[in-house]
């Protein structure tokens, strides 16, 4: 839980809520508080630690400190909203307050976990060995290392007898016990038997599964399977295609009846977002730190020349380049419009994106131009 470096990450983030930019800075004495797109601070500086908004709220913090573990504890831990108003008073009976996500955030006392509400409320007390984020109304539990499942009234609804578990998608998770792995449903219910050695989450109704950690294939909710075990790898299907690996180590994606739409050229590939996906070529046998971009199609939108791509955002996707990871803008021709030269860079919202240039931060336009 090395959550200080959760606050170096956050003075450049900038989070939008309620049609807002709420910026988290630091002032002379080190105390945080947030400014707004227009550099005028709406929360005074006052606190020892600040998180990113989330769920319209953030996390705050006075009198902690890093430990011995370069984890941040101690002090009084609360929660405001973004006018600065404190929803949750600040207190010390937590060693730790995680961000929200979907209604509640899990707290530390004593080494152990709990959650609470948006008011405060104590909904599960502290008395487990860790609790993940909520996913479809539930959240892994562990306790003696072993996992089930609480839902957000704190009742315990699969108790802890698993020796793995992933998250509920599409109603059902993924669960192993003695070696091999099956999927339950929300009843605690074993709905496909313990019979594979790797399981994914399920994701457009269908789920990659291995029975022998060599071959993989995809079954679907009932546990039929859908799509032959005939892949060295593969993974989950993302906007109707799959990642699959042949006999060469060759990625390339499949649809969902099995027909390899685009074929196995690639060395490394990630799953498609927004109609678009990042893929990488070895040269000469070695692995190269650079990406270009595909559609859904196969076609080929941007070389592999750059070190990240982002995803779009209002049009427009963040690159970098060179050794220097320099940053800039592409739109989805793969035409560069705003060149590759901000040390940092945010993705655009409404029209506007953060970066930053020799120590000064501003907002830019979609054609490059600085905002005033």
Known sequence: MKIIATVLICCFTFVNVNGQSLNPFQDKNLKYGFKDENNKTIVEPKYTYVNEFSENLAIVNIGGFTDSKDNFTGGQWGAIDTTGKEVIVLTNKYEFINNFHNGVATVLLKGKYGFIDKTGKEIAPCVYDHIDAFWEG?????????????????????????????????????????????????????????????????SERLACVTMDAFNYGF???????????????????????????????????????????????YDRTFGFRNGYATYSLDENGFTVDKYGLIDSTGKEITPCKYRNIGDFHDGLACVSVGDDRKKGYIDKTGKEVIPARYSEAGDFINGKAKVKIDGREFYIDKNGNEIR
Do not use: H, Q, W
Not at 223 to 244: D, H, Q
């Open 138 to 202: 539930m959240a892994i539990l562990t306790m003696n290392n072993k996992y089930g499942f609480i839902d957000k009234t704190g009742k315990v609804v699969v108790p802890c007898i698993y020796d793995k578990a992933a998250n509920f998608s599409e109603g059902l998770a993924g669960v192993e016990s003695e070696g091999k792995g099956g999927f339950i449903d929300k009843t605690g219910k074993v709905v496909i038997p313990f019979l594979y050695v790797g399981t994914n989450s399920f």
């Open 219 to 265: 079954i679907d909710k009932t546990g039929e399977i859908a799509i032959p075990f005939t892949y060295k790898f593969a993974r989950n299907f993302s906007e109707g295609l799959a990642e699959v690996v042949d006999e060469n180590n060759k990625k390339g994606y499949i649809d969902k009846s099995g027909k390899l739409v685009i074929p196995f050229k």
